[in-house]
């Protein structure tokens, strides 16, 4: 049975206080909640990865980095490696957000690269993709789609995917008040799914979690988790509220 995730991205928000405050009004409202095959996952900034740890030691509450680079050490300043992350207790990373290909210019080549390193310290990847706006609109979105999952993916291995949660991110949806359809989420998870079971076999594509990525919001939470092949949501602004992530987390 796959497991349901809801996973809150808080990108390059809220300073050592203001985690300190989320982190403990989460930990209030999700005692409340009956999280029997739901994970739930937060992302800090580098800054408070390690003090979030220590927060939410002991509770359902597990702790991710929003990136992580290729390399076990060297000059590569501002960057971060697997041997540190795993110091301060952190195996999860996020791989190729949208973000990070947009502003950071990271490509399908140097995303397979970060995922070997992932597996290859017994981590775990949020590993991202989706179309911009121009490639929907040209009806391009699954041939866009289908070449970053081969470009980044298709040399792991079957097993490879126990470490590995895909996140599809319409990116004409994030942070624009746009939000796909839930037959649009739909038809692209389907695709996904279909696209790894031709490459790696049906059980590797029915166990593999997919989420959805694109302005989830406690109002469409609901129904686009009701689809069959959503199984959960990579969340952004709203995982930012106590209230509203709460909200997402219970209608999964």
Same mark, same amino acid.
């Given at each position: 049975?796959?497991?349901? /995730?809801?996973? #809150?991205?808080?990108?390059?928000?809220?300073?050592?206080?203001?985690?300190?405050?989320?982190?403990? #009004? !989460?930990?209030?409202? /999700?005692?409340?909640?009956?999280?029997?095959?739901?994970?739930?996952? /937060?992302?800090?900034?580098?800054?408070?990865?390690?003090?979030?740890?220590?927060?939410?030691?002991?509770? +359902?509450?597990?702790?991710?980095?929003?990136?992580?680079?290729?390399?076990?050490?060297?000059?590569?300043?501002?960057?971060?490696?697997?041997?540190?992350?795993?110091?301060?207790?952190?195996?999860?990373? /996020?791989?190729?957000?949208?973000?990070?290909?947009?502003?950071?210019?990271?490509?399908?080549?140097?995303?397979?690269?970060?995922?070997?390193?992932?597996?290859?310290?017994?981590? &775990?990847? =949020?590993?991202?993709?989706?179309?911009? !706006?121009?490639?929907?609109?040209?009806?391009?979105?699954?041939?866009?789609?289908?070449?970053?999952?081969?470009?980044?993916?298709?040399?792991?291995?079957?097993?490879?995917?126990?470490?590995?949660?895909?996140?599809? &991110?319409?990116?004409?949806?994030?942070?624009?008040?746009?939000?796909?359809? +839930?037959?649009?989420?739909?038809?692209?998870?389907?695709?996904?799914?279909?696209? =790894?079971?031709?490459?790696? #076999?049906?059980?590797?594509?029915?166990?593999?979690?997919?989420?959805?990525?694109?302005?989830?919001? +406690?109002?469409?939470?609901?129904?686009?988790?009701?689809?069959?092949?959503?199984? #959960?949501? !990579?969340?952004?602004?709203?995982?930012?509220?106590?209230?509203?992530?709460?909200? =997402?987390?219970?209608?999964?």
């Amino acid at each position: 049975m796959r497991k349901k /995730i809801v996973a #809150g991205n808080w990108k390059m928000n809220n300073d050592k206080a203001e985690t300190s405050a989320l982190i403990k #009004g !989460l930990k209030r409202s /999700i005692k409340k909640l009956p999280l029997k095959n739901t994970r739930v996952i /937060i992302a800090p900034s580098y800054l408070s990865l390690s003090s979030a740890v220590k927060k939410t030691k002991d509770t +359902p509450i597990e702790v991710a980095a929003q990136n992580m680079h290729q390399a076990k050490s060297g000059a590569y300043t501002g960057e971060i490696s697997a041997d540190m992350l795993k110091s301060i207790g952190v195996k999860t990373v /996020i791989i190729g957000h949208s973000e990070r290909r947009e502003y950071f210019c990271e490509t399908d080549e140097l995303l397979a690269a970060k995922l070997d390193a992932v597996l290859a310290n017994d981590m &775990e990847a =949020i590993f991202c993709f989706g179309e911009k !706006l121009e490639e929907r609109k040209k009806e391009d979105h699954l041939l866009e789609v289908g070449s970053q999952l081969k470009n980044s993916l298709f040399h792991l291995k079957p097993a490879d995917f126990k470490s590995i949660i895909l996140a599809y &991110e319409p990116v004409w949806a994030i942070g624009t008040g746009e939000t796909a359809s +839930p037959e649009q989420a739909q038809e692209m998870h389907a695709f996904v799914r279909t696209v =790894i079971g031709k490459k790696f #076999g049906l059980e590797v594509a029915d166990s593999v979690s997919i989420l959805y990525g694109g302005s989830v919001k +406690p109002a469409n939470a609901e129904e686009i988790f009701s689809k069959p092949d959503v199984d #959960g949501g !990579l969340i952004g602004g709203a995982a930012l509220q106590v209230e509203d992530f709460t909200a =997402i987390i219970k209608a999964i």
